[in-house]
């Protein structure tokens, strides 16, 4: 990847964080300050504490994958572009996929969104893994540009 390309994949991470970010921001204070209220009004106090906690989890998930995105922006320049496309494409499809099933799940009351879950946790995993191995030139050595250097 040339590094014009690389600058540009870059910039597009983290406008994707940058919207992630907002959106768990958004999510978690409509969590705080509308659904608490609405779910303590329609639901028994027990059920409306299990879907605020459930809630909670999107949002956090959705800011912590948001950094990730924003990391992986900012190191772009010095990252394997394959393993970086891996590792960006699966952290947004995974935390859509994650916290938008938990989002829906809580809003709708349809328990079966929480099988489909798993299946955003998976890519956060996969987006893991990738982003580590995006450190790894191709022949195995480090490919890791040093700060600086």
């Known amino acids: 990847m040339s590094e014009t390309q690389s600058e540009n994949a870059g910039r597009a991470w983290i406008l994707f964080a940058a919207?992630?970010?907002f959106l768990s921001v958004l999510t978690g204070a409509f969590g705080a300050?509308?659904?608490?209220?609405?779910?303590?009004?329609?639901?028994?106090?027990a059920k409306a504490a299990e879907r605020l906690a459930v809630w909670e989890t999107a949002c956090r998930y959705a800011a912590y994958h948001a950094l990730a995105l924003l990391a992986l922006g900012a190191l772009a320049p010095r990252l394997s572009a394959k393993a970086q496309r891996i590792a960006g494409w699966s952290f947004l499809s995974g935390t859509l996929v994650f916290s938008g099933t938990l989002w829906l799940l809580v809003l709708s009351g349809k328990t079966w969104l929480g099988a489909i879950t798993p299946l955003g946790g998976?890519?956060?995993?996969?987006?893991?893994?990738?982003?580590?191995?995006?450190?790894?030139?191709?022949?195995?050595?480090?490919?890791?540009t040093p700060v600086g250097g």
Not at 126 to 142: D, E, F, N
């Open 122 to 144: 998976t890519a956060l995993l996969v987006g893991w893994v990738a982003l580590g191995l995006s450190a790894r030139g191709p022949g195995g050595g480090a490919a890791v």
């Open 33 to 45: 300050h509308g659904l608490k209220g609405h779910l303590h009004e329609t639901l028994e106090a």
């Open 19 to 21: 919207t992630l970010g």
